[in-house]
């Protein structure tokens, strides 16, 4: 921006107008400063300089006039800080028009800048914009690159120089929906060296774009009214069928109690009829247990079976059936010999045995649960046959009467979880076999050897 000690260097480059005298100065609204403004000035009477400004005019009503729905037409206000080649920094607003072809924007630009000391600088001007990176038919937007010629118009007093501007530049403009945007931008050329600004922008939409958009506006709030009125018919029916439900809940939980009610005394009763029943199936099964108890003395009584303190009857796992003595003879751990504490025992039912001649007797042999099964086999095996060697040798038992078994730690007296259990479990019993009774009895055959 040129100051005072700058007249001489600037005149190279400008001519001025003198030969009008000025209008009496008119106050441009800046605290402090008065200038004549540069549209009553002699400036004013230069004919490139009205041909330009009602250019200028003309385009901005051709736009305005002939713009479309959004794109064609864009109008902006931005605010700019240079550096001019002469001396100084100025700063001021600037008001733009551009109108769109493709990819490309022309349009006519008006700036005002002051350096708040000595010079005003007015600058029309007409530019050409390319936006590289807009689609045809899109919105113009992104980066562009500027190319601007004009005039700049500096006043000092009541002097004004018309210098020939250029400049090339570049921006990017982002937007702010369909009607506005803002740009930054950065420009170098002549008269100022370089200027930076930003600038608000606004699309203006057409007439017939305006009565579209009122007609969408009246018919989007006629379907707001109307879906207001929808969703409160939907209120009003999910109320109505909300106290329905509530209703229908209500006596669903009355019927549903009623039922309890009923299920309870039902119960109840069903309870009682299976407490009558229960004690009639326990009186029925006490009197069975009797009777069976009466039907197997009988049978005693006939077989001449051995009483209940000494035996008791058995099913074995082939389905005959004796009387087991409840008399054991106990053994060692892993031991099959007869110990001082098992000959007691064994001549007790000896002298048993000897009173049912001609029975058979199945000796069985046990065995804690210690060990492998096989040898928990073999070892009850073994204590079975040691019994029955003794048998055979006391001259109790005959050879082809005897009948020895194995039966490991398949039938144990206690739990094998302890020594006591497990000492109990190490034994061996005997059974007489009662198919054979009747031929004893008769005196067919006998435990001893021709005795």
Not at 395 to 403: F, K, L, P, V
Request: hydrophobic share 40%; with cysteine.
């Amino acid at each position: 921006m040129p100051n005072k000690g700058d007249k001489g260097s600037v005149n190279h480059l400008a001519y001025q107008i003198t030969s009008i005298a000025p209008p009496p100065p008119v106050s441009i609204g800046l605290p402090g400063i008065t200038r004549p403004l540069p549209f009553t000035g002699p400036a004013m009477r230069s004919r490139p300089f009205r041909g330009l400004f009602c250019l200028i005019l003309l385009v901005f009503t051709v736009f305005t006039a002939y713009s479309e729905d959004f794109s064609p037409l864009s109008l902006s206000l931005g605010l700019e800080i240079s550096r001019y080649s002469l001396k100084g920094v100025s700063f001021g607003p600037v008001l733009a028009g551009e109108y769109r072809f493709s990819s490309l924007a022309a349009g006519a630009a008006l700036g005002f800048f002051h350096d708040f000391d000595d010079y005003m600088t007015f600058e029309p001007g007409a530019f050409l914009r390319w936006f590289p990176f807009t689609r045809s038919g899109a919105l113009i937007k992104g980066l562009y690159a500027e190319g601007r010629v004009g005039a700049a118009l500096m006043l000092h007093d009541d002097d004004m120089k018309t210098l020939v501007m250029g400049s090339l530049g570049a921006g990017w403009r982002f937007d702010l929906g369909d009607s506005w945007y803002v740009e930054p931008n950065l420009r170098g050329g002549y008269p100022f060296l370089v200027g930076v600004g930003v600038a608000a922008g606004w699309r203006p939409k057409s007439k017939a774009a305006r009565q579209e958009a009122a007609k969408q506006e009246a018919a989007q709030q006629e379907a707001a009214r109307q879906e207001a009125a929808k969703q409160e018919a939907i209120r009003q029916e999910a109320a109505r069928q909300e106290a329905a439900r509530q209703e229908a809940a209500r006596q669903e939980a009355a019927r549903q109690e009623t039922a309890r009610q009923e299920a309870a005394r039902q119960e109840a009763a069903r309870q009682e009829e299976a407490r009558q029943e229960a004690a009639r199936q326990e009186a029925a099964r006490q009197e069975a247990a009797r009777q069976e108890a009466a039907r197997q003395e009988a049978a005693r009584q006939r077989q001449k079976a051995p009483p209940a303190e000494i035996a008791v009857p058995v099913v074995l796992p082939d389905g005959r059936q004796g009387f087991a003595f409840n008399l054991t003879v106990p053994f060692e751990p892993d031991n099959s010999a007869l110990s001082q504490a098992a000959t007691g025992p064994l001549r007790e039912l000896g002298e048993m045995l000897r009173q049912y001649p001609g029975s058979s007797v199945l000796i069985q042999g046990h065995a804690a649960l210690a060990g492998s099964e096989e040898g928990r086999q073999w070892i009850s095996r073994e204590r079975a046959q040691i019994v029955a060697d003794f048998l055979i040798a006391e001259g109790i038992a005959a050879a082809d009467r005897i009948e020895i078994q194995g039966r490991g730690a398949l039938d144990p007296l206690a739990s094998n979880e302890t020594w006591d259990g497990r000492q109990q479990n190490r034994r061996v019993t005997m059974i007489i076999l009662q198919e054979s009774f009747a031929g004893a009895q008769s005196g067919e055959g006998s435990f001893t050897d021709g005795e």
